[in-house]
C-alpha cells in the first residue's frame, strides 16, 4: 500500500533518537522522548494558493527535518509507522 499526501502536507519518518547521552548515560526506554527528527518519504502538491495556483514545496523527499514535539498524526502502514503533517510544522532542514 502505498500513500500520497495531498495539498500542503508531508509523510515523514521518524529517526530515533539514540539511546546512550553524549556523557554515555545508557536512557531506558521509558526515558526517552519522541523524535522530533525524520526524513520526508513522500510531499504534496504544494498548498492550494486563492488565485488557484499551487506554491511549491520548500522540501523534497529524503530531506531530513526537525519538527514541532506534538506535530502531525501517527498513522501505521505495512508494519509501518509515519506521521503525516502540514510543511508549517517542519521548523528546519537537516542539511
Known amino acids: ?11 515523514v519518518e521518524r529517526i ?4 546512550v547521552t553524549t ?4 536512557l531506558p ?5 519522541k523524535p522530533q527528527r525524520g526524513k520526508i518519504v513522500s510531499v504534496g502538491e504544494g498548498k ?12 523534497k523527499k529524503g530531506d531530513q527535518v526537525l519538527f514541532t514535539s506534538y506535530a502531525g498524526t501517527d498513522v501505521k502502514v505495512s508494519d509501518n509507522e509515519y506521521l503525516i503533517m502540514d510543511e508549517s510544522d517542519i521548523m528546519a532542514v537537516i542539511e
Open 1 to 11: 500500500m502505498k500513500i500520497r499526501p495531498l495539498a500542503d502536507k508531508v509523510l
Open 16 to 19: 530515533e533518537a539514540e539511546a
Open 23 to 26: 556523557g554515555g548515560i545508557v
Open 29 to 33: 526506554y521509558t526515558a526517552k522522548e
Open 48 to 59: 492550494l494558493l486563492d488565485d488557484g495556483t499551487r506554491r511549491k514545496m520548500q522540501i
